[in-house]
């Protein structure tokens, strides 16, 4: 029996609600990824594409209870595509729990993704680093063991342009390592940065704790400057930051990034340029029963100002404009979403994954698809263990204008998959096209791919 997750009945029920109430709410990106609760964003650009690893957090969770990161990835920072899971605590045997806020980075042909677990061993939290050859993974245990443990949190990696790499992690403190160009050992010892109010800013209330870092630190390095983008304060956590002429210091604390916002009391930063913007990731808890333990990932793009510094970002449901558009002439994968109601992902026995748990009404909406001068006919790859359905080509909204229906059939198996065809009308120009699913009762089928023809059918 197929049994769709809460979260996907969570916004099934919330979506409804919206689009009955505000016409505009479909047009609405963020959150990133509605099928899932995902947190701390860790976004990668390599060839051409952001790859944001996340992590997971549970449906229903009343703590940070998290078992796997998740991977999605987009060309033009609209559209993302679902790669599933490609690490977990099963990756390292060594890890009890808490799949914790890691990050990835690339070098040496090869892709090492450093993440805070809980040592079976010792029960204090560890960092561990799987590696992969390809940014999709799958990721296994690097090491067999820690690459470092002091009991804290958060990793993130910065390669400088001389080659020499550094891993900063902490809370409550923060500290760094050197790292030796395999990516997997140090050298010299665990450093502690100085938490110093002028490098970090004041906290009040918190005598322990004077400075506003808390957690989550992401460094990078423009034009010459350090940056320091950090979770401040808690809680609920804003997001400052800080910079420095080198790698190591001296920090000087510059401001607030994102102020205290959403209804998730952790904010996590990550922070990239792609194909000539900024852009801001964080999380909130936007989605439908999310909150501090049930968090989402959004992105909004910002411009420096002139003087290197960050201006202040709010947390917007619009998130950030298409940089590009989408071929709708070549195999789409059908987990590439920018909006979604009702769907869920899950592996594929074609390989990769498709959607699936559709019932009558669910729709994905992908944005900025570019038909040019016109389609004529729309393919799917389809499964269904029942009765079938339809899948409604629509163009603008849910229930906009109708350019063609595809029919289901019934083929035996939710992982028996066929290729269905349909003509369409009406489709030109750059447009947000709409799947919806249409049929009668509980799950109707499943969705491998999806294409368009300018030619006949053939």
């Not at 400075?211 to 423009?222: A, H, I, M, Q, S």
Request: net charge neutral; aromatic share 12%; proline share 6%.
């Amino acid at each position: 029996m197929r049994t769709r997750p809460l979260l996907s009945l969570l916004c099934t029920a919330a979506m409804a609600v919206l689009a009955a109430a505000v016409p505009t709410a479909a047009h609405a990106d963020n959150p990133i990824v509605q099928t899932v609760y995902t947190a701390d964003p860790a976004p990668l650009v390599y060839n051409g594409r952001v790859y944001l690893y996340t992590g997971h957090d549970e449906d229903n969770s009343t703590y940070f209870t998290m078992k796997e990161w998740r991977l999605y990835s987009s060309a033009d920072m609209v559209n993302w595509t679902d790669h599933g899971s490609p690490m977990s605590l099963a990756t390292f045997s060594w890890a009890k729990s808490d799949a914790w806020a890691g990050q990835v980075v690339a070098r040496n042909g090869k892709f090492y993704w450093y993440v805070p677990v809980t040592n079976r061993a010792t029960g204090r939290m560890a960092i561990g680093v799987g590696v992969a050859s390809s940014p999709t993974g799958p990721f296994t245990d690097a090491l067999g063991r820690p690459l470092v443990e002091n009991g804290e949190i958060d990793p993130t990696v910065l390669v400088d342009d001389d080659g020499q790499a550094y891993l900063y992690w902490g809370n409550p403190n923060l500290w760094y390592v050197r790292l030796n160009p395999d990516m997997i050992s140090y050298s010299g010892g665990v450093t502690s940065i100085p938490l110093t109010t002028a490098g970090f800013g004041t906290r009040t209330g918190n005598a322990s704790r004077p400075t506003l870092y808390e957690e989550g630190p992401w460094v990078y390095k423009r034009n010459g400057v350090y940056y320091n983008v950090f979770a401040a304060k808690c809680c609920s956590e804003f997001i400052g930051y800080s910079t420095a002429p080198g790698p190591t210091g001296p920090w000087t604390y510059r401001g607030t990034v994102m102020p205290t916002q959403g209804s998730s009391f952790t904010n996590h930063p990550g922070v990239i340029d792609f194909n000539g913007s900024s852009y801001f990731f964080y999380h909130n808890g936007a989605l439908p029963g999310g909150g501090g333990y049930t968090r989402s990932v959004a992105v909004e793009r910002f411009t420096y100002n002139a003087d290197g510094t960050i201006p202040t970002i709010n947390m917007t449901t619009g998130g950030a404009p298409q940089n590009g558009t989408l071929d709708p002439y070549v195999r789409q994968e059908a987990e590439t979403i920018a909006w979604s109601s009702g769907v869920e992902t899950e592996a594929a026995s074609e390989g990769g994954r498709n959607i699936g748990y559709l019932e009558n009404g669910d729709y994905v909406k992908v944005k900025g698809v570019a038909f040019g001068s016109g389609a004529t006919s729309f393919s799917a790859r389809v499964a269904s263990a029942a009765a079938g359905g339809r899948i409604e080509v629509r163009l603008g909204s849910p229930t906009g204008t109708l350019a063609g229906t595809c029919t289901v059939p019934g083929t035996g198996g939710w992982q028996t998959w066929t290729t269905v065809s349909c003509p369409v009308s009406g489709v030109s120009g750059t447009r947000d096209l709409y799947l919806r699913f249409t049929g009668g009762s509980g799950y109707l089928f499943n969705v491998n791919w999806w294409r368009f023809a300018a030619g006949s059918l053939g």
